[in-house]
């Protein structure tokens, strides 16, 4: 990476760390340095249990309205589940749960049998291996695709280490390995701007990967893709699936089939609660979910 790419890529990192923002608002670099000491003191979760997520009578008010009402969910370790529900059914409220960006009045909320999620701010469950996907994408329009990939490399970000770091043979290999997962290998030297909205998409659920998440939280992947780009994701997830945990927020009941393969867990939200859980064939034939979902 050139020197002006290399202070351009300094310069989105803290646009990004801005954007996604920390629960305690501190954003200075020596704020960032206390914070990366902490983390690395967390810890890794344990999965001998075989849950990678555990939510417990989860429960978030806002202004008297209940976001989330005693919400209970739990997700298995390389597990794909797909999260569906009408406009207000608590879906965004509870990735913002998990990932610390909202407080819950009540419950619990664990990242394997030993982190306390509710104990963590939001850069610190993102270290202990929770990723989360928005569904705009937010990447670094200036940089190229590859550089995108390199500076969401799982590593010391401070300043410091920044400026002096260098790729390892081994961390070149791991970007090559993530551009062809996510189909962007004849597009690495182009810069991100210029990609289409799915490849924008695809870039950064692999800026994503870079980090070596054990658990994603996708929401509304392939809102706005061509059904090329929808078909090619929902084979990225399912070769995804088994290596990590994924949770997929989506309203498009196509792709939630093809993911689903007829056979995987769906759960279906309504005011804040789980309403029902199934294969996709149970749950629209369920009476209550046709009621208030499908609205037939």
């Known amino acids: 990476m050139t020197p002006d790419l290399l202070e351009?890529?300094?310069?989105?990192?803290?646009a990004y760390d801005e954007r996604r923002s920390t629960a305690t608002g501190?954003?200075?670099?020596?704020?960032?340095?206390?914070?990366?000491g902490r983390v690395l003191k967390l810890g890794e979760p344990d999965f001998t249990h075989g849950v990678a997520l555990y939510l417990d009578d989860i429960t978030v008010s806002f202004d008297g309205f209940k976001a989330l009402n005693k919400l209970s969910l739990t997700i298995n370790v390389g597990e794909l589940r797909c999260i569906i529900g009408p406009n207000g059914a608590g879906k965004t409220t509870?990735?913002?749960?998990?990932?610390?960006?909202?407080r819950p009045?009540?419950?619990?909320?664990?990242?394997?049998?030993t982190i306390d999620?509710?104990?963590?701010?939001?850069?610190?469950?993102?270290?202990?291996?929770?990723?989360?996907?928005?569904?705009?994408?937010?990447?670094?329009?200036p940089l190229s695709v590859f550089d995108n990939l390199e500076l969401a490399l799982r590593a010391d970000r401070r300043a410091r280490a920044s400026l002096f770091h260098r790729l390892s043979g081994e961390q070149r290999d791991r970007i090559g390995q993530v551009l062809?997962?996510?189909?962007?290998?004849?597009?690495?030297?182009?810069?991100?701007?210029?990609?289409?909205?799915g490849q924008k998409q695809w870039l950064e659920i692999g800026m994503l990967l870079m980090q070596e998440p054990k658990l994603l939280l996708l929401d509304e992947p392939v809102a706005g893709m061509t059904d090329e780009e929808t078909e090619r994701t929902a084979e990225?997830?399912?070769?995804?699936?088994?290596?990590?945990?994924?949770v997929v927020v989506e309203h498009d009941m196509k792709f939630v089939d093809q993911l689903t393969e007829g056979r995987k867990t769906v759960t279906v939200?309504?005011?804040?609660?789980?309403?029902?859980?199934?294969?996709?064939?149970?749950?629209?034939n369920n009476e209550q979910v046709v009621e208030v979902y499908l609205g037939r």
């Open 26 to 36: 501190k954003t200075a670099s020596g704020g960032r340095a206390a914070a990366y």
């Open 94 to 102: 509870m990735m913002d749960c998990i990932t610390g960006k909202t």
């Open 117 to 141: 999620l509710l104990r963590l701010t939001e850069p610190e469950i993102a270290q202990v291996g929770i990723g989360r996907k928005f569904q705009k994408p937010t990447v670094y329009e």
């Open 236 to 246: 990225l997830f399912l070769t995804l699936e088994g290596q990590h945990s994924l």
């Open 105 to 113: 009045d009540s419950g619990k909320a664990f990242f394997g049998s």
């Open 180 to 197: 062809t997962l996510i189909h962007l290998s004849q597009e690495h030297g182009r810069e991100a701007g210029l990609l289409s909205h």
């Open 269 to 284: 939200l309504h005011e804040g609660s789980v309403l029902a859980e199934g294969p996709l064939a149970d749950v629209q």
């Open 8 to 14: 351009a890529g300094t310069q989105a990192r803290e």
